[in-house]
C-alpha cells in the first residue's frame, strides 16, 4: 500500500486503455478524473482499465471506479477490466461492479472481445 497513482492513456483506434498503476483510494480520484477527460479517451466508445498486477484496491478506490463506470455508462461507453487478481475479481461481482463493465483474464481477452 502507498504506492503513488500513474495513469497511462494508449488509444487504439476507438478504443483508449488505461494502464493504472499504483493503489486505487480515495486519493486516486484526481487521477482518475484527469485520465478520463484526457483527449484520446473522451467520446471514444470502448475503454479498457488495465491494473497493474497486484494492485490493491481499497473501498475509497472502488467508489471511484464506480463514480468513474456512471459517467461512462451515462456517455455510453463500453468497458472492461483486466489485470485484476481473483480477490479483487470477487470483491467487484460482490460490489456489483461487473453490472457496468465486464471483467477479463488478459489484455489480449479485452482488446478481442471489444473489438
Known sequence: MGDQ???RVENR?????LDI??????A???FFSEAYKHPDV????????KFDEGAYINSGGI????????ES???????????LSEHFKKIFHMVGITRFADIY???DEALQAME
Open 5 to 7: 497513482n500513474q495513469i
Open 13 to 17: 483506434g476507438g478504443l483508449s486503455i
Open 21 to 26: 498503476t499504483g493503489d486505487v483510494t480515495s
Open 28 to 30: 486516486s480520484e484526481p
Open 42 to 49: 473522451d467520446g471514444v466508445g470502448k475503454i479498457v482499465l
Open 63 to 70: 467508489a471511484v471506479l464506480i463514480q468513474l463506470l456512471a
Open 73 to 83: 455508462r451515462r456517455t455510453a461507453q463500453k468497458v472492461g477490466i483486466t489485470g
Open 105 to 107: 483474464a488478459s489484455m
